[in-house]
């Protein structure tokens, strides 16, 4: 069953650190940084090529001609540096979550420990359950990852082993296979 959401034309969101925005030409070159880091890939099956860099900007940009929303490109707004992104993605893989949309992120590690993750977060779940009007955001990642669940413990979502599932898109025995699950409801927020 798809989600029914009315599409609205894509906003710029700012924060009072952030701008998270449409990807430019110019995101590319810190993004090939961003996705060959050991540090910031630690979670996923290996870093990025460049080849598949350049594939992802196309499908997150794809998304947002789609689905009205995607992957903002996260713009430090004191000086135009691009971080990485933050934003809301339909997933295409099948799960007992899914369709659904989840909120996610991905910042350069000189980055970390700041508190934008979290504040850019906060600015697209809101977009999402107040403007959007979606019923339920989730988000997602490995066990192991304490930096990203603690956002998602700052966003207030809720996670429950009960929900815990093992990511189709990575083969039975793959150490980062297992996957725990956070939920907003619309009724929470």
């Avoid at 350049?54 to 971080?83: Q, Y």
């Avoid at 799960?95 to 989840?102: K, L, R, S």
Wanted: charged share 20%; with cysteine.
């Amino acid at each position: 069953m798809p989600l029914a959401f009315t599409i609205i034309p894509m906003p710029t969101l700012a924060t009072e650190r952030l701008d998270l925005r449409r990807w430019r030409p110019s995101d590319r070159e810190p993004f090939l940084r961003l996705n060959a880091d050991p540090r910031v890939m630690e979670f996923f099956p290996a870093p990025l090529t460049p080849a598949q860099t350049s594939e992802m900007i196309a499908l997150i940009d794809a998304h947002f001609d789609r689905h009205g929303l995607g992957m903002w490109a996260a713009e430090l707004r004191a000086t135009g540096e691009f971080l990485g992104f933050i934003g809301l993605n339909i997933p295409t893989f099948s799960a007992h979550f899914t369709p659904c949309v989840e909120i996610g992120w991905r910042l350069a590690a000189e980055h970390w420990g700041k508190g934008l993750a979290t504040e850019g977060a906060r600015a697209a779940l809101h977009y999402g359950l107040a403007t959007l009007a979606l019923p339920e955001i989730v988000a997602f990642t490995v066990p192991a990852n304490r930096r990203s669940r603690r956002v998602m413990e700052k966003l207030a979502m809720t996670y429950n082993p009960a929900d815990d599932f093992d990511h189709p898109r990575l083969p039975e025995g793959h150490p980062l296979r297992r996957h725990v699950l956070y939920r907003k409801a619309a009724s929470s927020s």
